[in-house]
């Protein structure tokens, strides 16, 4: 079961995910045996799956991004599933109801760049692409 003290740990580390034990203590007025302790129990129930970066796509050349919902043709879905994270420029995939079935999130260098995926992927499917202009 979660508390309130673990809800202000996963609040802080989703901050910042390198915090270390004895700072994160301070801010919560624990010992940093305790935030161990706690973060241990958070991550071996599974409430904490996994850390990542948050990466800034533009500095390493990729210049748009945009999600991209999917309707896959009948009888191309199972396909689909299992070759989409073959994609580099996909970065999240998700299944969902309604007239689509895939919502991908994507980044890519430039408008060719976006052009070429889309092709790949209209073997699959009828596509929708929104291009994101800033992130709130």
Request: charged content about 30%; glycine content about 4%.
């Amino acid at each position: 079961m979660v508390d309130k003290i673990d809800l202000k740990i996963i609040n802080i580390l989703k901050e910042n995910s390198r915090i270390s034990f004895a700072d994160l203590g301070r801010e919560i007025s624990l010992s940093p045996s305790s935030i161990r302790e706690r973060v241990k129990n958070l991550e071996d129930n599974e409430v904490i799956k996994k850390y990542s970066i948050d990466i800034n796509n533009k500095k390493l050349g990729y210049d748009l991004e945009a999600f991209i919902l999917l309707k896959v043709f009948p009888g191309k879905l199972k396909n689909m599933l299992s070759i989409i994270s073959s994609f580099e420029e996909v970065k999240e995939v998700h299944r969902i109801t309604g007239n689509q079935n895939i919502h991908l999130k994507i980044v890519v260098k430039d408008q060719q760049h976006l052009q070429s995926l889309l092709d790949n992927l209209m073997e699959y499917g009828d596509t929708t692409t929104f291009l994101i202009l800033s992130k709130l």
